[in-house]
């Protein structure tokens, strides 16, 4: 009989809802449940490494194995032949044993732009680190902090949410290598 709902019939009602949505949110949706970086897959670099010093019109950048830390890992690799002002692009990425997010990063395009780009807006700090014998300018940013060097006909950064020490120990590994 329409018309003769009750506020205890609405509140079974909502009762009943409830119930519903916790079963969903408890056994239907995926919870963050371990350590920061647990999910994330760890690649062998290698193929796009050889690859990418045949096709590069750069020396690429990269660490030798062995030349990391113990428990830093290799998450993500990419290079793309140069597309106009972007230039060949080469990216590896890493996770340090604390989770933090440090990545190689190179290109022959404009420097401005790509520094921007894989810096996420960090602004250049005028302090310098030398690492190896090689000036490497220091980024202060919000999200990621970097240590960048310009070269004739490359640019590379060291980037990512880790502090400049560990940014300095991948900088400090890079190898350097053409074909």
């Not at 194995?65 to 002002?85: D, F, I, M």
């Not at 395009?109 to 810096?119: A, D, H, I, L, R």
């Not at 996420?120 to 690492?131: D, H, L, S, V």
């Amino acid at each position: 009989m329409r018309g003769k709902e009750t506020v205890r019939d609405m509140v079974l009602s909502l009762a009943a809802i409830g119930v519903v949505a916790a079963a969903i949110y408890l056994f239907g949706i995926p919870h963050d449940e371990g350590p920061k970086g647990a999910g994330v897959k760890t690649v062998n670099y290698r193929v796009e490494l050889a690859t990418a010093r045949r096709a590069a019109p750069y020396p690429v950048a990269a660490p030798e194995p062995g030349t990391l830390p113990k428990g830093w890992r290799a998450t993500s690799v990419t290079y793309r032949p140069a597309a106009a002002e972007d230039g060949a692009l080469w990216h590896l990425g890493f996770l340090d044993q604390s989770e933090e997010y440090i990545a190689v990063e190179q290109s022959d395009g404009k420097p401005v732009p790509f520094v921007e780009e894989v810096t996420q807006q960090a602004r250049e700090t005028k302090r310098t680190q030398r690492i190896d014998g090689k000036d490497w300018v220091r980024y202060d940013g919000d999200k990621y902090d970097a240590l960048v060097r310009e070269e004739p006909g490359v640019t590379t950064v060291v980037t990512g949410t880790a502090s400049y020490g560990q940014l300095t120990k991948m900088a400090e590994a890079l190898t350097e290598k053409k074909g």
